[in-house]
């Protein structure tokens, strides 16, 4: 039996049940199923056929901005200043067609599960008191919830999802990410070698029972690893998969992070840029940067494609390449030489014209060295 996912009917099922529609929230969340199993990025329809059933339920309302807070569970952690103009623009011109969904607090005050948006451009680019809404109650897992229903979603970058992701795993293995990474490197090398490495991402849509019933029998009997591969399949993802694209992500450059989160940089060019690092060019961590920030901009501007950002970090890996291979032995000469000067003391019998020279020649290598 398929697994439920995203579950996003279920998640408010106390909302909704008494709905005499019962039996269409029951088509939705089978629509939602079929959706996550192709990995379509329609789940914001889903939701808005969601909300349609909640405001039918309990009534629009009018809520004051100044009473909602952002979710602290929420996925996308990026919002950029683009994005909220655009929603600016929109809301100017067609008013607020869609309510937001607010879940209320004890305190009086509301969470926003979805519209964080539409909320930011209406409260602090239009300066609107209050704001359309439609209320759920708490889900029991804020996180989780929030996080099926924006796995879907297109405009969830790969770091902000990467990160969710990781957060989700910790709050169900107590793992960090580097801890996450060994175990799940550890046991992914070993179903390669055993052959079974496919059998794994036939798990994705399976039932938890099942998922859980066919991990055993792929022999993974440590518990700490069979909680990890079971956390990354119950939000309905591949665990190689996110060994390969989403745990990198996580250790990204700090200049290509934020080219992925402001300046709309794709996953997969970022890890071939990641690429550009200190060691792999063998030199230093500011003339990397530099590489890779000048790559970058060019990959933006000019909208290369993967293959065309891969043959330019192959251009520019080799510029460096030769070059390094060719001076490494005159470095080394230099680096024997000047340990013999210093090991025999013979520094002291230089005539102070050679010193004089000496300390210049040293000068100007320095400053080539530190040249950015």
Same mark, same amino acid.
Not at 231 to 260: C, F, R, W, Y
């Given at each position: ?8 009917? *279920? %998640? ?55 009473? &909602? ?9 990026? &919002? ?21 969904? $607010?879940?209320?607090? !004890? ?6 599960? *979805? ?9 602090? #680019?239009?300066?609107?008191?209050? &704001? #359309? ?29 990467? !990160? ?18 060994? $175990?799940?490197? @550890? ?23 099942? %998922? ?8 993974? +009997?440590? *518990? ?20 390969? %694209? ?29 690429? $550009? ?5 063998? +030199?230093?961590? /500011? ?14 501007? %000019?909208?290369? @494609? ?17 070059? +390094?291979?060719?001076?490494?032995? /005159?470095?080394?000469?230099? &680096? ?27 000068? !100007?290598?320095?400053?080539? $060295?530190?040249?950015?």
């Amino acid at each position: 039996m398929p697994r439920k996912f995203p579950e996003i009917a *279920d %998640q408010f099922k106390s909302a909704v049940q008494t709905h005499s529609q019962q039996k269409e929230i029951d088509t939705l969340r089978a629509e939602v199923e079929q959706l996550r199993a192709k990995h379509s990025p329609n789940l914001e329809t889903e939701l808005a056929r969601l909300r349609e059933q909640l405001t039918s339920q309990t009534g629009e309302m009018e809520v004051e901005t100044d009473l &909602i807070d952002p979710n602290p569970s929420q996925p996308r952690q990026t &919002i950029t200043d683009a994005e909220i103009q655009k929603k600016v623009r929109f809301l100017t011109q067609q008013g607020q067609t869609v309510p937001i969904i $607010l879940i209320p607090q !004890e305190n009086g005050r509301y969470l926003i599960f *979805d519209g964080e948006v539409r909320w930011r451009a209406a409260k602090f #680019k239009l300066g609107w008191e209050k &704001i #359309k809404a439609v209320l759920v109650p708490m889900p029991d897992d804020l996180h989780r919830s929030a996080l099926e229903t924006f796995l879907g979603f297109e405009d969830l970058n790969p770091l902000d999802k990467a !990160e969710a992701v990781f957060r989700q795993v910790k709050q169900d293995t107590e793992l960090d990410p580097a801890k996450a990474f060994t $175990l799940l490197n @550890t046991c992914l090398r070993a179903m390669e070698r055993s052959g079974q490495i496919k059998e794994l991402g036939k798990l994705v849509d399976a039932s938890s029972e099942a %998922q859980a019933a066919k991990l055993q029998s792929l022999e993974v +009997t440590d *518990d700490l690893a069979l909680k990890l591969l079971l956390s990354i399949l119950h939000m309905g993802l591949n665990p190689a998969s996110v060994k390969t %694209q989403l745990l990198p992500m996580l250790s990204l450059a700090d200049d290509l992070k934020e080219a992925v989160r402001k300046r709309g940089l794709k996953g997969a060019h970022a890890l071939i840029l990641a690429t $550009l690092s200190a060691k792999v060019l063998k +030199t230093n961590e /500011k003339i990397a940067a530099k590489e890779r920030i000048k790559a970058t901009q060019m990959v933006l501007s %000019q909208d290369l @494609t993967v293959a065309k950002t891969r043959e330019l970090v192959t251009d520019i890996k080799a510029k460096y390449a030769p070059s +390094t291979a060719i001076e490494s032995k /005159k470095i080394t000469s230099l &680096i024997k030489t000047l340990g013999v000067v210093i090991a025999r003391e013979e520094l002291q019998f230089a005539s102070p014209e050679q010193l004089v020279e000496l300390r210049q020649k040293l000068t !100007e290598a320095l400053e080539v $060295l530190n040249k950015p």
